[in-house]
């Protein structure tokens, strides 16, 4: 018996310990392209895991600028992980006896050329160990950036053995993984930092995020953002794409129309983690832009960071917010009166600076409301420029709070696109935001060549504490109307403008806002329509949210401004989530103002719509293409009139005047169905 446990343990160690394998060198091509150095290993028993895998791998390499050198180690399953790259500086040469263990102390970062030593990889070594057989062919990959200067790999080796590096934190996802490698540095506030980042995604499945292509890997600047989230542990970034010459690069990430400006959205205080991308959505399916999302999991330097929600900045662009570019040069009479992009926020975070405080203050508080530029950006924007702006919303503002203000022609109307106020009004109502109206409230201004010239509420921005996320100010009451804000929290520092208020003593408004609120409901509005969204994201994050949560331990417990009771679990979180809305709902359809008269309305979510009816909103005419033969259209006005009747005469394609009719809501009945068509002058 003790002869039979001696070999049992001779052989155990034999598995246990180091098992060398040697692969020959050769020349380095100076072309940019990588050359690639194998070792065939066979005969290793056990899988790459916790209890098995690489020990070290070693080689030497002469080359005269070791900083030209990027250098990485594939697996036969075709993992790939980077060991080091463009290391030391210009004068930097070779690598002599250097080695990577997944556990050693020291950094190779900042180590001297020729870098003897043993040192810890880029990236983990543990990124093996995913039960792979380790049998087959290794390949060390160098890669020569620079041309000009050859070299050669004079040996390399690998050693296997019990001593197994860690496994990732993050094997694989269903998600896209974002890998950033900083060299060493603290991400801050400002300035930006220069750093490497890898968007790795798998159309075909999981992704693993040293396997997975990239769908880009280049330079980026990174810095911390917002303001009162900086204080949470899990941080917020935003970030741009840069060349090589460090200037603002486009990229498409996967998804996304190409642009350099991105923030990765921590989500830290809204643990169902749907909330902003839920709102932009929704606003999206009513015809508005609204920042594109993706759900992905984070890896700064190695260390997951959870699941974040890569997103759009608000920013003038044709695939953003489409307004016309304007140029410190543009002063004339038609181009200074756009584009322009501009916020009511607080001071602190980007784009803060150089703004201007309305001639209105607050109803019922009496405090300032500031406005503050976002394009052209506060170190842009020209004195006469601004100086226009804040005259045009003044007139708007005027009119609003004018004996007027009801008046087509010479009330607000003049000045502001209704559609936008109203669909803008509903989102923040549904939400219950308490920050809505008051804080992260976009509006932009298009060129008078463009819908006139108006004022348009909106993107929609920032609604992590929204949907009864805060303890504070109303937050926690799904009950009153969050544009009353001033009313419940008088002593905040940042209150609602009077417009709202104004607003709906407007009965046109409220009739148009009754109307389309009633649409919304019978649409993607209803319970049913709402729960399936919630639930369908909430399956896409079922694999990655113990991860997350697992990182940041939060679930039950109180994150400011949670209010009582806080779920204990993610499922209680969506639950939550689907009775806060329906729960805000019962009391809209109790409460929202106006009547909408005389027109059936129909689903907007049908998928057999009638007919396409081009462009709506609309300026002064209007395609309608049909689906299927109708003997003539009819057209409704807001209170349920008949405002037209145009015979098709047999036509499937015809255009329809809509010059003469004022800025408004439209219904269009085309046999049995009704469509809604948004006039805009």
């Not at 003790?2 to 098992?19: C, D, H, N, R, Y």
């Not at 001297?112 to 990889?121: C, D, E, K, L, V």
């Not at 798998?202 to 204080?231: C, H, M, N, V, W």
């Not at 103002?593 to 059936?600: A, D, T, V, Y």
Request: with cysteine; proline share 6%.
């Amino acid at each position: 018996m003790k002869k039979i446990l001696t070999i049992v343990f001779g052989l155990l160690f034999i598995q246990l310990s180091a098992q060398n394998f040697s692969g020959s060198g050769g020349a380095i091509t100076d072309n940019r392209q990588p050359s690639l150095f194998s070792i065939n290993i066979q005969g290793l028993n056990n899988r790459l895991d916790s209890s098995f895998g690489i020990q070290q791998i070693c080689f030497n390499i002469t080359h005269t600028r070791a900083n030209d050198l990027e250098i990485k180690l594939e697996s036969p399953d075709g993992s790939i992980i980077t060991l080091a790259s463009r290391l030391g500086n210009a004068t930097s040469q070779n690598f002599s006896s250097t080695c990577f263990r997944g556990n050693s102390p020291n950094s190779i970062r900042t180590a001297p050329a020729p870098f003897t030593g043993t040192y810890r990889p880029f990236e983990m070594l543990g990124a093996f160990n995913n039960g792979q057989n380790p049998n087959g062919t290794w390949k060390l990959w160098v890669t020569d950036l620079v041309t000009g200067v050859a070299g050669s790999v004079s040996s390399w080796t690998l050693s296997f053995s019990g001593t197994s590096p860690a496994i990732p934190e993050l094997p694989y996802s269903n998600l896209p993984i974002i890998k950033i490698n900083t060299g060493g540095q603290t991400i801050v506030d400002e300035p930006k930092r220069r750093v490497t980042m890898d968007f790795v995604l798998d159309s075909a499945g999981l992704t693993y995020p040293y396997r997975s292509a990239s769908k880009f890997k280049g330079t980026i600047g990174i810095e911390f953002r917002g303001s009162s989230s900086q204080g949470f542990p899990k941080k917020s970034y935003g970030f741009e794409t840069w060349d090589v010459t460090l200037n603002d690069s486009d990229v498409a990430f996967p998804g996304f129309p190409a642009e350099s400006d991105w923030i990765l959205n921590a989500n830290y205080t809204d643990k169902s983690l749907l909330r902003n991308v839920f709102t932009y959505d929704m606003a999206r399916k009513m015809g508005w832009y609204a920042p594109r999302t993706q759900f992905v999991e984070l890896i700064i330097d190695d260390k997951y960071q959870g699941i974040y929600i890569l997103m759009e900045k608000i920013k003038k662009n044709n695939a953003r917010v489409d307004i016309a570019t304007l140029n410190a040069t543009d002063t004339s009479a038609i181009e200074i009166t756009g584009g322009y992009i501009f916020k009511i926020d607080k001071t602190t975070g980007s784009g803060s600076g150089n703004g201007w405080n309305s001639t209105f203050r607050s109803p019922s508080s009496n405090k300032v409301i500031s406005f503050q530029p976002e394009y052209p950006d506060a170190d842009s924007i020209t004195p006469l420029q601004k100086q226009y702006l804040i005259r045009y919303v003044d007139s708007f503002e005027r009119a609003l709070a004018g004996p007027n203000f009801m008046d087509s022609a010479l009330g607000w109307r003049k000045f502001a696109d209704e559609a936008s106020f109203i669909d803008y009004f509903l989102l923040n109502e549904l939400a219950k935001n308490v920050d809505g109206l008051r804080i992260s409230t976009y509006l932009h201004k298009h060129k008078i060549t463009n819908k006139k010239g108006k004022l348009v509420m909106g993107p929609v921005w920032d609604y992590d504490i929204a949907y009864r996320n805060a303890d504070y100010c109303g937050g926690d009451n799904l009950t009153g109307w969050a544009y009353n804000f001033n009313l419940v929290c008088g002593n905040d520092g940042m209150q609602v403008p009077f417009w709202w208020s104004r607003l709906v003593q407007d009965t046109a408004f409220t009739t148009h806002l009754r109307c389309r609120y009633d649409r919304l409901r019978s649409g993607y509005w209803s319970n049913a329509s709402l729960n399936r969204w919630v639930d369908s994201m909430a399956t896409v994050l079922n694999q990655p949210k113990t991860r997350n949560f697992n990182k940041w331990p939060i679930l039950g417990i109180y994150v400011w401004p949670n209010p009582n009771p806080i779920p204990s679990t993610y499922a209680g979180e969506i639950a939550n989530l689907k009775s806060n809305l329906s729960n805000r709902l019962n009391w809209l359809d109790a409460n929202i103002p106006g009547q909408c008269w005389g027109i059936p309305l129909s689903n907007e979510e049908r998928t057999n719509e009638p007919a396409q009816i081009y462009p709506n909103p609309a300026n002064d005419q209007v395609l309608i293409i049909l689906s299927k033969p109708e003997k003539h259209i009819e057209w409704f006005n807001m209170a349920g009139q008949k405002i037209m009747h145009v015979p098709t005469q047999g036509a499937r394609q015809f255009s329809v005047s809509t010059s003469e009719l004022p800025t408004g809501i439209y219904w269009i009945k085309l046999g049995s169905e009704v469509r809604k068509v948004v006039i805009q002058h």
